[in-house]
């Protein structure tokens, strides 16, 4: 069997954070949205029907957490601080998708929120 690609994923998760350049953003805070998929290897996994031989998405769910609760001014620092967790902490991830949406962006516009998608490979994979 070969595996073209494979990922672990957070779909969709709600999460409230303190970001923002205006003050009353860092201050009141907001409602965030996060996607996240983390491309690897499955295959071992997928044999073995261990936790150990996968990327645990409750883990991931957990670094996430951890990451969305440090307050930024921008977003795109979120992101990047998120994807270098995930890499370092899963060095056979090869690739990650992330969306981060803040979902009442004050622009003065009506719209189901604004943010930031990434699409990162991973340069020190193993595979």
């Not at 969305?68 to 967790?85: C, F, N, T, W």
Request: aromatic share 8%; hydrophobic share 40%.
């Amino acid at each position: 069997m070969e595996i073209k690609d494979a990922c672990i994923y957070i779909r969709d998760l709600r999460l409230y954070a303190f970001h923002g350049v205006l003050p009353q953003e860092r201050k009141v805070g907001g409602w965030y949205t996060l996607s996240l998929r983390v491309h690897y290897y499955i295959l071992k996994a997928m044999d073995s029907d261990n936790v150990d031989d996968t990327l645990n998405y409750a883990a991931l769910l957990e670094l996430v957490r951890s990451e969305m609760k440090q307050p930024s001014a921008l977003i795109e620092h979120v992101a990047g601080r998120i994807a270098k967790s995930v890499f370092a902490r899963y060095p056979d991830a090869h690739a990650l998708d992330l969306t981060i949406t803040k979902d009442n962006p004050p622009m003065g516009a009506n719209c189901q929120g604004a943010g930031v998608e990434l699409h990162l490979t991973n340069n020190k994979s193993n595979h």
